[in-house]
Structures are given as C-alpha cells and as structure tokens.
C-alpha cells in the first residue's frame, strides 16, 4: 500500500479531523510528506479540508481510484487507469498481443470514445464509467455472439447490487434506466485468420453514472444513475462489474445468464423497426433464442432471426 494510500485510508476511518503530525506519526514519515499526499489526492479529486487542526475527509466526492480497484477487485485482474485517452477499446486493442486476459483499461475521460455502428460515445470527465476489458476466449465460434449479452447482464448485475437501480436491456447491448439510455457497451475482437480463431475480445463499456450537461443529439435519448456524487461508487461499479462479468464469463458455455438477459429485455412482445442499412420494416419483438438472437416477426407474418444490427422502439 503506497504511502499516499494509506493517508486516504486513516482520513476514511477517522470520525474527526487527523492533525497533520497524527497522520505523519502512524505513517512514520514527515509532516511535509504528509501535506505533499494530501495536495496530490485533492488534485485527483478527492475533498479534503484542511484547516489549522488537521485534514478531514469529506465523503461527497467520487474519485476512480487504481489503488481502491486493485484493494477490492479480484487479484488476477491488472488495471490500467489514465486520465484521458481517446478511446480505452483502441488503447486496449493496441496492447492486447502482450496483455493477458483479465487486462482493465479505464479512462476518466476519451476524446473519441466510440460507439456502435461508427457513431461516437460522449464520455465526459468525473460523470461516468469509461472502461475496456480484454478477453482471450477459447470459445466456439458460435459462442461469441455471447460475450456482449453476458456483459450487458453483468452491468445491470452490478448496478443493481451497488445502487438499488434495475436496468433493463434493449437489445442487443443498450441499457436503459426511466427508459433512456444510461450504458453503451461495444465488444470487438481480434481474428486470427490462419488457426481460425479468435485471438482477443475487447469488452468496451460506457455507462452514464451522474449528470452531466448531454450533447443536444442525445439529451432527449440518454440519461444518467445518480444525481449526487456517492463516495467510491464508481470503484464499487467497476469492480462488481468485473466480477459478474468474469463468473457470467466463466460458465458463458452453459448459457446461464441468457435467462436474466430475457426477464430485462423489455422489448420482447413490443411493435420495434428492424433497421437494416438504407431500410427500416415494422416487426414485432417474439423472443431471445439462446444464442441471444432476436426472433422478430414482421408484417407479412415471416419471420427472421436477427444476430446482431439495429432495432429502435417507440417509448
Ligand atoms: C454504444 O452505445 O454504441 C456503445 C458504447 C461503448 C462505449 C464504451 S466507453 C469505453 C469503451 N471505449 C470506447 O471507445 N467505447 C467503449
């Protein structure tokens, strides 16, 4: 535990103000080593005041912390955590040749976050989750349409249990919260074409935790989780999310968690548009099959299995 840590630590487990020499004592270093760790975790965003008796935490900030990560996530998991990047999926993609699996990638802020289809993800700073997570599955080829229905059943999983909030899923990858969009999730993946496999799996989920001003085209269609900052909520997120992510993971074969996929899938029974490039056709959402295709019927009565693409719904 770094130095810096552990001043964190006594200021969250003291009830009042810690003097400057208090904490420099149990740390046995000097009162100006003390004062330098606290300028450092104001800088990262933590609140703490400081007056003539000492430091005192105040719980109203939410800070993503590698250090608080690595103290309650799984240990084989590796983070890396940087203040901006354009995009965690493009960094982690650039390094996963020499990464093992279980490699975190999270940013505080991207400046090209991306999305689906080639749109692009608003990621600002201090409102949300940015993260990338690699894969290396040795799965049937069949089987990795799975990997981003299981992961959108681990982010509500781990919203639910940290906030109280159920999200449901529009398919195939979106979550919703009051029905707008708090979580996009992009899953792309590394083929090797001699052996016919997949190399890696880059797992890429935004989710909108609190309010932040949106972008005029998505203010109508998006929301956020919490309208106050709660203190390590972010850490807790992410770090419940990567354990449901690599249980859901582990039995991904047994296809367990395409029951919970389909109890928050809320647009099954409902009218949707098939969206195909240049087309949009009226359907009816009939059932997620167990490889998580969407069974749609459509006007004329003929069916289709959609694998992945687009949907959109009225709401
Ligand atoms: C979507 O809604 O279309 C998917 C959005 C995925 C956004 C996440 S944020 C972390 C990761 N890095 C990216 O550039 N995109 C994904």
């Keep these: 535990m770094s130095n810096k840590f552990?001043?964190?630590?006594?200021?969250?487990?003291?009830?009042?103000?810690l003097s400057g020499q208090c904490l420099a004592d149990r740390l046995n270093i000097s009162r100006v080593a003390v004062w330098k760790h606290i300028k450092a975790l104001q800088n990262e965003g933590y609140n703490i005041e400081s007056?003539?008796?000492?430091?005192?935490?105040?719980?109203?900030?939410d800070v993503i912390d590698k250090e608080v990560l690595q103290k309650i996530a799984a240990k084989d998991l590796q983070f890396e955590l940087f203040d901006k990047l354009d995009s965690?999926?493009?960094?982690?993609?650039?390094?996963?040749h020499k990464c093992h699996e279980g490699h975190v990638v999270i940013a505080k802020t991207q400046t090209a976050g991306k999305?689906?289809?080639?749109?692009?993800?608003?990621?600002?700073d201090t409102a949300g989750i940015y993260m990338s997570v690699l894969l290396k599955p040795k799965l049937n080829i069949n089987n990795t349409g799975l990997i981003t229905a299981m992961s959108a059943v681990a982010v509500c999983e781990a919203i639910s249990i940290e906030t109280n909030i159920d999200c449901s899923i529009k398919w195939v990858n979106d979550l919703y919260y009051r029905n707008k969009k708090i979580c996009g999730i992009l899953c792309e993946a590394g083929y090797n074409m001699e052996l016919a496999r997949l190399d890696y799996v880059v797992i890429g989920i935004g989710i909108n935790v609190y309010k932040s001003p949106l972008p005029h085209d998505i203010a109508n269609i998006a929301t956020y989780l919490l309208d106050k900052h709660q203190y390590n909520m972010r850490n807790k997120i992410i770090a419940r999310i990567l354990e449901r992510l690599m249980y859901n993971y582990k039995y991904i074969e047994s296809k367990q968690f395409i029951n919970?996929?389909?109890?928050?899938?809320?647009?099954?029974?409902?009218?949707?548009n098939v969206l195909k490039p240049n087309t949009s056709q009226k359907a009816r959402a009939i059932d997620i099959d167990d490889n998580c295709r969407l069974l749609v019927e459509y006007e004329n009565n003929n069916k289709e299995y959609l694998n992945s693409g687009e949907i959109s719904i009225k709401l």
Excluded at 115 to 124: A, D, E, N
């Design 115 to 124: 999305g689906r289809l080639g749109r692009s993800f608003y990621s600002p």
């Design 51 to 61: 007056t003539s008796k000492g430091y005192r935490l105040i719980a109203d900030c």
């Design 260 to 272: 919970e996929y389909r109890k928050r899938c809320f647009i099954i029974g409902k009218d949707i």
């Design 6 to 17: 552990q001043v964190l630590d006594s200021l969250e487990c003291a009830d009042n103000i």
């Design 88 to 96: 965690s999926n493009t960094y982690l993609k650039s390094i996963a």
